[in-house]
């Protein structure tokens, strides 16, 4: 949709709040992006990273053209050979050891009709569930929990209900940094009624603590324990809807005997009587309560309870269904919520029709015209690539992620994937840790470049929109998985032609058996959609019974009908448990994991932005004072973080809102952008017996300080391969990269090791550094700067990034050499 002034609105790329852009090319070629003011999720506000979105949108490391590795290089293939050879590959796989031999394993960065028709030939045609998103990491806890609570996926809250709330619960959510834009909205919402008060609930004093009445510095893992407290406290204080409980729910005193149960609520949540007194007093006696959580609630071996026990709250207080109350999973990606939508998650099918349904899954055989459907869940994430481990899936199609990085105990999901049989990997970068393990690599469009819907955290379906042409060969994913289908024999039911047909063909299907069993997901209103309406499309809160322009919130259970067989919700009787891994004397602390404000995931696309590198240029560990000085550690110096799987380095940063005892560090980095980078190489694979997430937020771990004597920094205009001997990290700045590196070797040593440049070489010593300059067509292809000391200070760092910005001609060797000299 192009606005008058030739601006054409978008969705943003990055989390679940799903903020709406406008964009527009320049002269120079580049995108400009701003907010779009008429979308109901951000009202035009943008985070850093929304921002920075056209500095993303660069044919720099983009896979162009199908690739297929042979003799272990890497050869261009044509299309046709690329999809008859994923084709061939899988039905040769399907037919010598069965459809559960094969496997996809896709991502919240698909759009929905990407994900549809992925899930439509997994457990359609090919007939296994052996489909899972990356979403298993983000969101199964919440998925599990509503289910139970609710009868169906359903999140009861939208946006407008933080405004209109009288208190605003962060549980395990740091929503300053991972949803920028909805805490903005609530800050402002705070600024407007100073009478709202926010409650934040996190081991450690994070940036959403910046508007916090109150925060619960609670033990890691210990989430059941206070809402079990808060329950109990409830039935106590004469604070319970009995009408609610009464006519609207099942098994509340099952759940309050289980909650009475956990009496030592202080001990085990590590906070004071008067700490929980007032938490427990302010969800008692406001109306208007909303409690969000995200992943320190769900990243959990017992996170699908810590979901319940938050639900539980909110049914037995009867804050739910009305304005300005409920409990609200916020979702990480942008198309998390789509991927649960269609069903492309191992343990659900389709369009929130179930497995446990017989009437369900033959009105799906008959709505997709197959004898091949899929009636049993399949292998979720971490026992997907166990079941590539042990050479059970013989070939896997990994869409749109990298689990290399991003899943627990990465460097068995590395290993796993190297000796696999066959992995095709569909993406957009040409050089990620995954794609490394590939033997076939199929050029994907890249955000901007695709067109389709992304459904928000609130239930908002919205247009992602073309804005620019597509570089190389590069195609639409639903695309790439149509043709490979066709191929395979399923022509008729792969025949697409516009992502319109494949969105309309999954609102017809969410509309299948509601007259049996009425379901919150129903898009009936959009199925009739013509092309002109589907690229006009505002966006749209499901269900959409009447497809219509205006744009409208809309709560669920405000009849307080749920989607149970009685139309109840359910009470669930939850315990707390200990983490299943715990702190002993060879592993005394414990590693939180998480995001930054400013990166996205592996850094694939915001490790391309000069202005967001420029914030964190290393991997870093958040740690108190106290424990950095117990364990002997400076801050600003290198650490390394090890246990029983793996071992990372990574920069201490002292901070005072930690926990003693405790560990913080962001999930980004990886191989490709620092030395032993990865702290999910740390995170042990036990997952929540009923979601299958696995524990990111509570890993025993050791860590000792690592002794460094020289620092080097090299800027050069592509990257360059270091030695792993040394810590070293990757910053993307102007005109190229800049490596910062730092070892206890001497510099001679490490000066030798630096790959080879071609080009005429300056060299020059000062009395405390020492500079290299490599040029190549009066261009500086390298600048190496090196210090007898262990690190760079920051402007120091500026410094060297900004000459070699410079880069041009009218600045000699000798000037570059003076310009330094007077900085320093």
């Not at 609570?149 to 740091?174: C, K, R, T």
């Not at 079990?228 to 729910?249: E, S």
């Not at 569909?426 to 199929?442: E, G, H």
């Amino acid at each position: 949709m192009v606005t008058h002034d030739g601006w054409t609105k978008s969705t943003c790329a990055y989390c679940g709040v799903g903020c709406g852009i406008e964009a527009r090319v320049l002269g120079s070629g580049k995108l400009e992006v701003r907010g779009d003011k008429s979308h109901p999720a951000n009202f035009g506000k943008l985070c850093t990273k929304g921002i920075a979105l056209g500095d993303t949108v660069i044919e720099d490391g983009r896979l162009l053209y199908p690739q297929q590795r042979v003799a272990g290089e890497w050869q261009r293939v044509a299309w046709d050979e690329a999809l008859t050879t994923v084709a061939d590959k899988f039905t040769q796989t399907i037919a010598e050891y069965g459809p559960d031999s094969v496997a996809f394993y896709v991502s919240g960065q698909l759009l929905t009709e990407d994900y549809y028709v992925a899930n439509k030939l997994m457990k359609g045609f090919i007939g296994s569930s052996n489909i899972d998103s990356n979403s298993r990491l983000c969101m199964a806890s919440s998925v599990v929990g509503h289910k139970r609570a609710f009868g169906m996926d359903s999140v009861p809250v939208v946006y407008e209900d933080l405004e209109q709330a009288e208190v605003v619960i962060l549980v395990g959510s740091n929503l300053a940094w991972c949803h920028p834009v909805l805490f903005q909205r609530l800050r402002v919402a705070k600024e407007n009624n100073p009478e709202l008060k926010v409650l934040v609930v996190d081991p450690r004093s994070n940036e959403s603590c910046d508007i916090a009445d109150q925060h619960l510095a609670i033990h890691s893992g210990a989430d059941v324990a206070l809402f079990n407290g808060l329950l109990h406290y409830l039935a106590d204080h004469q604070a319970l809807d009995t009408d609610f409980i009464t006519n609207h729910t099942n098994h509340f005193d099952m759940a309050l005997a289980s909650a009475q149960q956990d009496t030592n609520t202080q001990d085990v949540t590590g906070l004071s009587s008067a700490e929980l007194e007032q938490f427990y007093r302010a969800f008692a006696e406001h109306k208007r309560v909303v409690t969000i959580y995200s992943q320190g609630v769900n990243q959990s071996t017992q996170g699908s309870d810590k979901v319940n026990s938050i639900i539980n709250c909110h049914l037995a207080s009867g804050k739910i269904g009305y304005v300005g109350c409920g409990p609200f999973s916020v979702t990480g990606q942008p198309n998390a919520m789509g991927g649960r939508e269609v069903g492309a998650l191992a343990s659900t099918l389709a369009a929130h029709l179930e497995f446990d349904q017989p009437e369900e899954i033959a009105a799906i055989r008959e709505f997709w015209h197959t004898d091949s459907l899929a009636t049993k869940p399949g292998l979720k994430a971490v026992d997907m690539f166990d079941a590539v481990a042990e050479g059970k899936i013989k070939a896997i199609w990994i869409m749109a992620t990298n689990p290399v990085v991003s899943l627990p105990n990465s460097d068995k999901i590395k290993t796993a994937l190297e000796n696999c049989p066959f992995v095709v990997v569909s993406d957009c970068i040409a050089d990620t840790a995954t794609t490394r393990c590939a033997d076939l690599l199929l050029p994907a469009q890249g955000w901007s470049e695709k067109s389709g819907t992304v459904t928000n955290s609130e239930r908002r379906i919205s247009r992602q929109r073309k804005l620019l042409a597509s570089p190389g060969q590069a195609k639409s994913d639903w695309w790439i998985v149509s043709q490979v289908a066709q191929r395979m024999g399923f022509k008729e039911q792969f025949d697409y032609h516009h992502e319109g047909e494949v969105f309309r063909e999954y609102a017809e299907m969410t509309g299948l058996n509601q007259h049996v069993k009425p379901r919150d997901l129903n898009l009936i209103g959009l199925a009739k959609l013509t092309d002109q309406e589907y690229h006009h499309l505002m966006p749209q809160q499901w269900p959409v019974l009447v497809y219509q322009s205006e744009l409208v919130n809309q709560r669920l259970f405000t009849d307080k009908q749920f989607y149970t067989a009685n139309g109840k919700a359910n009470f669930l009787a939850v315990s707390h448990r200990v983490p299943q891994r715990q702190i002993s004397t060879q592993y005394p602390l414990l590693l939180n994991t998480g995001r930054t404000r400013d990166h996205w995931h592996t850094m694939t696309r915001t490790g391309l932005s000069t202005r967001l590198a420029s914030f964190h240029s290393d991997p870093y560990l958040m740690i108190h004072p106290d424990t950095a000085q117990q364990y002997q550690l400076n801050d600003g110096h290198i650490a390394t973080v090890s246990n029983q799987q793996g071992k990372v380095r990574a920069k201490v940063m002292f901070n005072d809102g930690m926990k003693r005892g405790e560990l913080f560090m962001p999930i980004h980095w990886n191989e490709l952008t620092a030395a032993d980078a990865k702290p999910c190489s740390l995170v042990d694979p036990r997952v929540d017996a009923y979601s299958g997430q696995p524990e990111f937020k509570c890993t025993p771990v050791a860590i000792v300080p690592e002794q460094t004597q020289s620092a080097v920094l090299v800027a050069c205009d592509n990257p360059i391969i270091l030695n792993d001997r040394d810590y070293w990290s990757r910053q993307k700045i102007a005109g190229g990269y800049l490596y910062h590196i730092k070892s206890d070797r001497k510099l001679a040593d490490i000066l030798k090791d630096l790959p080879a440049s071609k080009g005429q070489e300056v060299s020059y010593q000062s009395g405390s550094w020492y500079l290299k300059a490599t040029r190549q067509d009066v261009k500086t292809i390298r600048l190496v700067v090196a210090s007898g000391i262990s690190g760079f200070k920051q402007k120091q760092v500026a410094d060297v990034a900004e000459l070699f910005a410079y880069n041009e001609e009218t600045m000699s060797i000798q000037q570059c050499i003076h310009w330094l000299e007077k900085k320093w």
